[in-house]
C-alpha cells in the first residue's frame, strides 16, 4: 500500500468513520549508511480502530492517558538520558522545541504534529521503531494534542535511563566456525613440500593429473612480475637460464627478494589494503604533503621483511609501543588513510564516526577478513558480532586524533616549537599594533562597503542595534561579520605619516618571518588526545554558527600530562545514529573470535595515550587470534595465484567462501606464525613448491569437466597484469624507466580535459613526461578525486575502500588507451629507439630484440616472419607498438 | 575459431544496425566477458533482463550543478512575501552552510500558471514551462548533506560517502546497451568544467570499471584516447592492429577455451568500430538547422547547453542507456554554477537563460521524433536552497527540500507530487527520498531495486542500500 493511500485512509480512521488496517514498511534506521548486511524492514501492521466519534469529546489527561504510553515507549530514546535526533520529550517546553527534524508537536492541531504522524505511521519511519502503539493510544495522542497539549500532573517525568542494550551472549557453538577455531596444523599427506603434499592429495581425491612444470623461461618471467613487478632484462633471463646449478631458482628467489623492488610490488598489494592516498578527497580534495612517508615505510617494511605482527603493532599502535621510532610514527598514518571530508570535526562529529567506521571497517576486512562495520547499527545478520563488539572496538579507537608527528629528535623538535611560537608571538604583538593603527581608515571605509549591499541590508545596519528588529539583526550579523577592508584599500586612504608607520611594521613583520625555523619532517598520523581541541588544519575554517563546541571540557588537544590520559566518552550508538547515545563504552574486541582474557588497555609509561590501540593490536597479532594469521597467508596466496585459497580475501566469514583448501590454509598460517610472521619465508615455501611452478599453458578434458575453475590447482592459473604493472612493463621495455626508490609522489601527465573534470586539489605535472614522470607507478600521486586515468581503465580499484582483490575487467577502452594514448605512443618510440639503436637497420636483430626485451624469448618462426613482413612495409615504432598490445605482454603465466 | 573469424567480420561491418545487445552483454552472452570478473569482494556478476517490461529504456539526466532554488523555479512560496524580513522561527536550530541565518526572503521572481494542469512555475522558465503538461513535478524530495559534494554523491549513488557505484553504473550493469558500438553510460559536464565531486560521480565504485561513465565532449573528439595522435596514419594504425590479432590469435591458440584472452582480441575490433561510431553518434552538424535552432545552437548563450541536449537525443536515439548532463562546472563557484550564495536573481536568472531553451528543444524533440515514451528525462540539482536570505539576496544551501521533475516514459504529466512546509524549509507532504527516486527510476527501466544486487563485502549491495519506496504517481502506469 502506498503512502499517499495510506494517508488518505488513516485520515478518515483519524475521523473516525472506520477501522483501517495499515501497512507501513519501515526501515530500522534513518540512515545506515550501507551498513546492514541484509534487508532489514518490518512489515509492521497497524491497526486502527478508530474510536467512537463520541470520544472526541473525551478530555485528555497528560499525566493518566499519555504519561504511561510515554513512559513505556518514546522516552526510551527521547528523554533526559538519551535525546535520539536531538528529541526531549520530557517536558513541554523541550517538546515544542522539537528536534533535528524540526518541530515535531503543534498543539491544538495534531495532524501537523509529527509524533501524532510518526505514531500513527503516517510520517515515516513510524514510531515507536520497531513497536506500534496500541490504537486507543494513538487515538488518546490524537485528542491531547488537539486539545492543547497540556502538560498537567507531572511536570518532570521519572528520568529514563537509555534502554538497556541486551547482552546478546554469542551462542557457543558459533566458535565452531571454521575460521572462528584457531588454525591447526596438520601433519602433511605426504613427503616433498607441504603444499604439494596437500594440492595433491586434493587432486587425487578428484582424478586429476596436475599440469607438468613451465619452461624455465616462463619461469623467470613468472618470479620477476611476481615478485618485483617487472619483467627480467635480457640479461636477468640469460643468467637463470644458464644456471645449471639444482638450486638456481632458490637463489632466483633470493636474489629477487633483495631487490628494492620486492617492496615496491608488495607494498603496493598492502596499499589497496590501507586504502591509501596522498589527498583528502571530497570537494577540496586537499593534499596530504607527508602522506608518502607512509608509502615509503610500508615499501621499506616489506623490503626489511618486518615481521607482520611487528608491522601490525606499528600501524595501529606506533606512538603507544615501548619503543617509538620516527618509522613507528609514520606508520600510523594507516589509521590516518580515510577520506577526509574536511570541515571541522568538532563542530561536525557525525563525520568522525565515519571515520571512525571506516577504520573498523578496514581492521576488519583487511587484518581479520571479518565485515565487522556490519554490526554499526545491529547485531551482524550473518556472523556472530554483535553490535556492542563494534562500539567496544570504536572504543579502542575512539581517543585517536590526527597530529603530524615531528620526526627529528625530541630537543630538535622542542626547540623548532619554541622558535616558532617566539615568531608566532612577534609577529602576533606586531600585527595587533598594526591593527589598532589601521582601525580608524577601516571605521571610516566600512560604510561605504555596506553600501554595496542591497537596501535591507543597508537598513539594517543604518538602524541603531537596539531598534533593529529580530530580522535586521540577522541581515546586519550576517554582513558585519563578512564584510573585510583589504590593506590596500586603507593605504590609499591614510596619513602619510601613518603610511610610513604601517610600512615600518610591515618591514618589520617580515624580518622577524624571516627567522622563523624552517619546517622539520613529520609524519601525517595518529595520537591520543581529544577531537573537541583539535586545532584547524587547512578546511577547517569554522563553519560559521558551528564554531561553539558544545561538548567543552576541562582538557587540551593532546595530554601533556601529569597523571593519566582519559579517553573521551563513546558510547553506543543506538541504531547506529550519532544522535541517540546508548551506554558509554569500554574498550574491547570481538568476542566471538577472543580467546582467553586479553587486555584492553596497555597505557604506555609516559601516560601520554590510552594504551588501548596496543592492546587492540596485540589481540590482533596473538596467536591466539584464529583469523589474523589465516587472512594474512591467503592474502600472500592470492598474489601469487590469481585467487586465495578462500576466494573472498576480506570476508571469512558465513557469506565468504569456504576454503578450497582448508587444511593447507591452516598449516600455512601456522608456519607463518611459527617461522616469525616473515612474509618473505611464505614466499620461499610457496615459490618453492611443483603447485607453484606448474604451466599455466596446459589443458586436460578431464580436469577440466571436474573443475572448471580451476579451483583446485591442476594448472598455473595465468592472468592479467596489475594497472601498475603494464604501465611499468612499458617503461621497463622501452629503457625509460627511472627506477629511483621512494620520495615525494611523481605527477605523470594528465590530459587537459580530464583535469578539468576535477579543478580542486594539486596536480603537479610537467608539460612533457620526462624522467621524473618515468618512475614506477606506486610512486604516482595518489589523487582520491582523480586516480590516473591510465591505471584506472585497468582496474586501480577505489581508493576509498579497503580492497583485497581488484577487479578485472576486459573492456574496449583498455584496447583504446593502448592503441592511442600518448604515454604508450611515447614509450612505443622510446622502445624502437632503442631496438634501432642496438640493431641498427637489422630488422631480424631488432625483431630478435623485441621479442627479448617484452616477452623474455626470442621468436618462432611464423612469429619472426610476421614482424618481418611488417617491417618491410611499416615502421619500427608500429611493431614496438603491437608488442606492448600482446595478451603474452599483458599477462604473467 | 571458425565461428569467431566469422563473427570478426560481422564485427567490422558498419556503424549502424546491430541493436538489442549492450556490450558488456553481448561479451556476456558469448562467455567472451566469462573469466569470472573477480571483483572486490570475489563473484562474479554478469549482465540481465529487465525483471519486468520496462517504461524506459533511456535515461536522459538533467543535473544543474550547485543547487537551484526551489522556492525561486518551481515551488511558489507566498508565505515569503508574507513574512518578508523577519525571521524563520518555529523549526528548531536553523542550519546553514555559511555565515549565519538570515530572514525569510521572498523570490525575486514572479509564478503564474502554465499548462491545462496549471502548475506553478517561475518566469525565469518559460519554455520548460510550456511542458507543464509533460512534467511530474516532486516538490517534497529531501537529501542528507548541505555539503556540495556529498550531495552530489547522493543523487549520483544514493550514499554522501566516497565509493559506490553511480546510478549510471548500475544501470549499466543491469541492462546494458543496445548499442556496442557506444558506451552505456555517458558524461557530458558543463565547459567550464567538471561538477562538484568529479568523476567520483559516475564512478563504478566496487564494481568493475567497464560499469563506469565514460566523459563525452561537447567538441573535438568526444572520448580521450579515441583516436591516435595525427602522426599515425589510418593505415599504419590498421597495419598494427592485423599484425596484433595475428599474433593474439596464434597465442590464443595455446589457451584453449580461455575467454578472457579472446575478449581482449575482440575488445580490439570493438575499440576500432568505437573510433569511428562515436564521433558520428555526437555529431550534431548533421542535424537540420531547424533541429539546431529549436535547442538554441543560434544563440551563444543557449549554445554550449543546448548542444550538450541535442548529443544526449543523438546518444538515446542510438540505444545509450544513460546520459548524464551536467550545467554548472566548478570555473568560478557562484558564477559558474547554480551555487547563489551572492545573489539569487542574477544567478538563476542567468543559468536559467542557458538551460530554459535547450531543456524545452530537448522536450519537444524528443516528443516529435517519438523517443519521449522510451525515455526518462530527470531535471535536478543537488539540493534546494533556503527560504532565508544570505546577506540580502542570496541564498544559501536547504537539503531539507528540493523540486526535482521527471518527464517521459509514459509519466502522467501535470502532476504535483508532495509539498514542502509554507517556507519551503523543509519537505512536508509525501516526504521523498534520494533512495525513493532511484528506486522509482529503476522501476521505470523495468527493474526492482531490491533485486538489482552485486556482491559486495560479503553482502548484496543496492543503490538503494536497504531503503527506498516507489514513488506511486510516478511509477503508476
Partial sequence: ?893 | MKRFRSRRKFLFESCGGISGLGLALLLDRDGLLAAPPVDCAGKSSAARKPHFEPRAKSVISLFMSGGVSHVDTFDPKPALAKYAGQPLTGKGDIVVRQGNPGPLMPSPFSFRKYGQSGMDISEIFPQIASHADDLALMRSVKGQSNDHVQAHYELATGMIRMGFPSIGSWVTYGLGSENQNLPAFVVIYDAHGGPFGGPANWGSGFMPASYQGTVLRPSGMPIIDLQPPPDVTPVEQRAGLDLLMKLNEKDAEKYPGNTELTARIESYELAYRMQSCAPEAVDVTAETPATRKLYGLDDPVTEPFGRQCLMARRLVERGVRFVQLYHGGLGNQNVDTWDAHTDVKDNHSRHAAEVDRPISGLLTDLKASGLMDSTLVVWQGEFGRMPISQRGVGRDHNPGAMSIWMAGARIRGGQVIGSSDEFGYKAEEQPITIHDLHASILNLMGMDHTKLTYRFNGRDMRLTDVYGDLIPQIVRA
Avoid at chain 1, 538519551?82 to 495532524?111: I, Y
Avoid at chain 1, 581517543?399 to 616558532?420: F, M, N, Q
Fill in chain 1, 1 to 893: 500500500m502506498h503512502r499517499l493511500n495510506l494517508a488518505t485512509k488513516l485520515g478518515i480512521a483519524a475521523k473516525g468513520i472506520g477501522c483501517t488496517i495499515i501497512e507501513v514498511r519501515e526501515p530500522t534506521r534513518k540512515s545506515c549508511q550501507n551498513r546492514l548486511a541484509t534487508e532489514l524492514r518490518l512489515l509492521t501492521t497497524v491497526l486502527i480502530c478508530a474510536a467512537a466519534a463520541s470520544a472526541a469529546d473525551r478530555q485528555i489527561s497528560f499525566s493518566k492517558d499519555i504519561q504511561p504510553v510515554f513512559q513505556a515507549t518514546c522516552w526510551k530514546c527521547h528523554s533526559l538520558a538519551v535525546q535520539s535526533s536531538g528529541l526531549d520529550l520530557s517536558s513541554r517546553e523541550s517538546a515544542l522545541k522539537g528536534g533535528e527534524g524540526g518541530v515535531v508537536m503543534v498543539p491544538g492541531n495534531a495532524t501537523k504534529s509529527r509524533i501524532y504522524r510518526m505514531a500513527a505511521g503516517l510520517d515515516k519511519p513510524a514510531m515507536p521503531l520497531g513497536g506500534k502503539l496500541k490504537a486507543e493510544d494513538i487515538e488518546a495522542i490524537r485528542l491531547w494534542i488537539d486539545q492543547g497539549a497540556v502538560w498537567d500532573g507531572a511536570v518532570k517525568p521519572l528520568v529514563t535511563e537509555a534502554s538497556p542494550v541486551p547482552e546478546s551472549p554469542i551462542p557457543p557453538e558459533a566458535r565452531n566456525y571454521w575460521a572462528f577455531r584457531k588454525p591447526v596444523r596438520e601433519t602433511p599427506p605426504g613427503g616433498g613440500n607441504p603444499i604439494d603434499a596437500f594440492v595433491h592429495k586434493e587432486l587425487q581425491a578428484k582424478g586429476i593429473k596436475p599440469a607438468p612444470p613451465a619452461s624455465r623461461a616462463t619461469l623467470v618471467r613468472r618470479a620477476y612480475l611476481d615478485l618485483i613487478g617487472l619483467p627480467p632484462t635480457p640479461a636477468q633471463t640469460a643468467e637463470f637460464l644458464n644456471d645449471r646449478a639444482p638450486d638456481a631458482w632458490e637463489r632466483l628467489i633470493e636474489r629477487l627478494l633483495a631487490s628494492p623492488h620486492y617492496g615496491e610490488r608488495w607494498g603496493r598489494h598492502w596499499f589497496d589494503v590501507a586504502r591509501y592516498a596522498d589527498s583528502n578527497g571530497f570537494e577540496h580534495d586537499f593534499d596530504r604533503p607527508n602522506a608518502w612517508r607512509y608509502r615509503d615505510y610500508v615499501i621499506g617494511a616489506f623490503n626489511k621483511d618486518t615481521p607482520y605482527n611487528q608491522f601490525l603493532r606499528e600501524q595501529i599502535a606506533g606512538d603507544e609501543l615501548e619503543t617509538v621510532t620516527p618509522e613507528s610514527l609514520v606508520a600510523t598514518g594507516f589509521l590516518r588513510n580515510y577520506a577526509k571530508v574536511g570541515y571541522r570535526e568538532k563542530d561536525n562529529p557525525e563525520n568522525r564516526y565515519e571515520y571512525l567506521d571506516d577504520m573498523i571497517a578496514t581492521l576488519g576486512r583487511g587484518v581479520l577478513g571479518l565485515t565487522v562495520q556490519c554490526a554499526r547499527c545491529h547485531d551482524h545478520k550473518f556472523d556472530p558480532i554483535r553490535q556492542m563488539d563494534y562500539y567496544r572496538l570504536q572504543a579502542s579507537l575512539f581517543g585517536y586524533v590526527e597530529v603530524d608527528h615531528p620526526l627529528t629528535s625530541r630537543s630538535e623538535a622542542d626547540e623548532y616549537e619554541k622558535k616558532t611560537a617566539e615568531v608566532d608571538a612577534r609577529v602576533g604583538e606586531l600585527r595587533r599594533v598594526l591593527r589598532a593603527l589601521e582601525q580608524p581608515y577601516r571605521d571610516r571605509l566600512l560604510p561605504a562597503k555596506y553600501a554595496k549591499f542591497p537596501q535591507n541590508v543597508q537598513d539594517a545596519i543604518a538602524t541603531p542595534e537596539a531598534q533593529r528588529t529580530p530580522g535586521q539583526v540577522l541581515l546586519a550579523d550576517q554582513v558585519i561579520r563578512g564584510v573585510t577592508v583589504s590593506s590596500d584599500e586603507i593605504d590609499r586612504t591614510m596619513e602619510p605619516e601613518d603610511l610610513k608607520e604601517k610600512r615600518r611594521l610591515s618591514a618589520e613583520i617580515a624580518q622577524v618571518e624571516k627567522t622563523r625555523p624552517k619546517p622539520i619532517p613529520v609524519a601525517a598520523g595518529i595520537t591520543d588526545g581529544d577531537y573537541r581541541f583539535t586545532p584547524d588544519g587547512p578546511g577547517d575554517e569554522p563553519a560559521p554558527g558551528k564554531g561553539v563546541k558544545r561538548e567543552a571540557i576541562e582538557g587540551s588537544f593532546l595530554f601533556r600530562g601529569p597523571g593519566r590520559y582519559q579517553t573521551p566518552p563513546s558510547y553506543l550508538l543506538i541504531r547506529g545514529d550519532v544522535n541517540s547515545k546508548g551506554p558509554q563504552m569500554q574498550p574491547g574486541f570481538v568476542e566471538a573470535i577472543t580467546y582467553g582474557n586479553p587486555p584492553v588497555e596497555l597505557p604506555p609509561s609516559s601516560g601520554q595515550t590510552s594504551g588501548r590501540r596496543r592492546a587492540l593490536a596485540e589481540w590482533l597479532v596473538s596467536p591466539d587470534n584464529p583469523l589474523t594469521a589465516r587472512v594474512m597467508v591467503n592474502r600472500i596466496w592470492h598474489h601469487h595465484f590469481g585467487r586465495g585459497l578462500v576466494s573472498t580475501i576480506d570476508n571469512f566469514g558465513k557469506m565468504g567462501e569456504a576454503p578450497s583448501h582448508p587444511e593447507l590454509l591452516d598449516w600455512l598460517a601456522v608456519e607463518f606464525m611459527n617461522r616469525g610472521w616473515s612474509v618473505k619465508t611464505m614466499h620461499r615455501l610457496i615459490m618453492t613448491s611443483d603447485t607453484y611452478k606448474m604451466a599455466s599453458e596446459y589443458t586436460d578434458a578431464n580436469a577440466m569437466a571436474k573443475d572448471p575453475e580451476n579451483r583446485l590447482l591442476w594448472r598455473y592459473g595465468a592472468r592479467r597484469l596489475d594497472a601498475e604493472i603494464i604501465r611499468d612493463s612499458m617503461l621497463a621495455v622501452s629503457g625509460a624507466l627511472n627506477l629511483e626508490v621512494g620520495g615525494r609522489p611523481v605527477f605523470p601527465k594528465i590530459q587537459a580535459e580530464v583535469l578539468a573534470s576535477m579543478q580542486y586539489g594539486i596536480w603537479k605535472q610537467q608539460k612533457e613526461d620526462g624522467p621524473e614522470a618515468w618512475r614506477r607507478s606506486v610512486y604516482i600521486y595518489r589523487k582520491r578525486g582523480l586516480p590516473l586515468p591510465m591505471l584506472e581503465i585497468f582496474d586501480l580499484p577505489n581508493q576509498n575502500i579497503s580492497c583485497g582483490a581488484r577487479n578485472v575487467s576486459t573492456v574496449p577502452t583498455q584496447a583504446l588507451a593502448l592503441m592511442n594514448d600518448d604515454f604508450v605512443l611515447r614509450q612505443a618510440q622510446l622502445f624502437a629507439n632503442r631496438l634501432q639503436e642496438a640493431a641498427p637497420n637489422d630488422p631480424s636483430k631488432q625483431v630478435d630484440l623485441a621479442y627479448q626485451l617484452a616477452l623474455n624469448r626470442l621468436p618462432d618462426a611464423l612469429e619472426r616472419k610476421l614482424a618481418l613482413d611488417f617491417l618491410a612495409q611499416h615502421k619500427l615504432v608500429g611493431l614496438a607498438h603491437v608488442m606492448f598490445n600482446l595478451n603474452e605482454f599483458l599477462y604473467v603465466r
